[in-house]
């Protein structure tokens, strides 16, 4: 047998013991408070379907998008490893000034503005 067949052997026996040990292992007792809709303990005072705002969402995004900026600007100290560093600052500036650009053009907008 060569390599690879073992490891699918291995990696697909694994999985199939860890997929069986995991419906036999938990303990399964439903009792009041985990059957109700709120598992803090207390009951519910109101409607569970209270709106939220949208801007709470675009702050959300906001969010989301600068974090994805890090996570792609991350290895960029490594890119002066590289055959041609310059595409790769050039590329790098390219996104920073367009989410720059998307900044300021939803501070203008006034989507940043929390309250009315």
Request: aromatic share 14%; hydrophobic share 50%; net charge negative.
């Given at each position: ?7 699918i052997l ?13 419906f036999?292992?938990?303990?399964m ?5 985990k059957?109700?809709p709120?598992?803090?303990g207390f ?11 949208i ?8 969010f989301l ?7 792609l600007l991350?290895?960029?100290?490594w890119a002066s490893?590289?055959?041609c560093?310059?595409s ?16 300021i ?12």
């Open positions: 047998m060569n390599l690879v067949t073992i490891t291995i990696t697909s026996g694994l999985s199939t013991a860890l997929a069986v040990v995991s036999w292992l938990p303990q007792n439903p009792d009041f408070e059957l109700s709120y598992e803090c009951d519910p005072m109101g409607s569970a379907r209270l709106p939220f705002s801007r709470f969402f675009l702050i959300a995004i906001l998008l600068f974090d994805l900026e890090i996570a991350l290895p960029l100290p490893q590289l055959d560093p310059l790769t600052f050039y590329w790098a500036s390219c996104v920073l000034v367009i989410l720059t650009l998307g900044l053009y939803e501070w203008w907008q006034g989507g940043l503005e929390w309250a009315e």
